[in-house]
């Protein structure tokens, strides 16, 4: 099992940056694909990105590709989201996720754990 702890929301301008930070627990974080996904008031739960054990794979969806980057430091039991060029629209709660599956997923049921969210608001 392992547990998520995002950190790194906040209030942004239209145009300006976040990095998102996401700690797991345990000594197994390696062995998960790592996944962001946002909840917006109104909305169902969307799909960001993912990124691969190794970190050799990343899948973006396509309202954020080109402005936000996943990463990870298997070291550091962290998964990153740098989130530049936002937009009010990208206004949501972000929740990381751990998925055991061999391959990345982009529905919420491809994950069996989930941090409990942080909150970006960006303003115009």
């Known amino acids: 099992q392992v547990q998520l702890v995002e950190s790194g929301g906040g209030l942004v301008q239209a145009g300006g940056s976040l990095r998102l930070s996401c700690a797991a627990s345990?000594?197994?974080?390696?062995?998960?694909?790592m996944g962001w996904f946002r909840h917006a008031p109104g909305k169902e739960r969307e799909f960001v990105a993912a990124i691969s054990r190794s970190a050799g794979s990343t899948y973006y969806a396509n309202s954020v590709k080109g402005r936000f980057t996943i990463s990870r430091d298997n070291a550091k039991n962290t998964v990153y989201l740098q989130m530049n060029s936002l937009k009010p629209e990208d206004t949501a709660v972000y929740y990381c996720?751990?998925?055991?599956?061999?391959?990345?997923?982009?529905?919420?049921?491809?994950?069996?754990?989930w941090g409990q969210g942080t909150q970006v608001t960006v303003s115009s």
């Open positions: 996720a751990a998925s055991p599956q061999r391959w990345i997923g982009t529905l919420p049921i491809n994950y069996n754990y």
């Open positions: 345990g000594r197994t974080f390696d062995s998960y694909i």
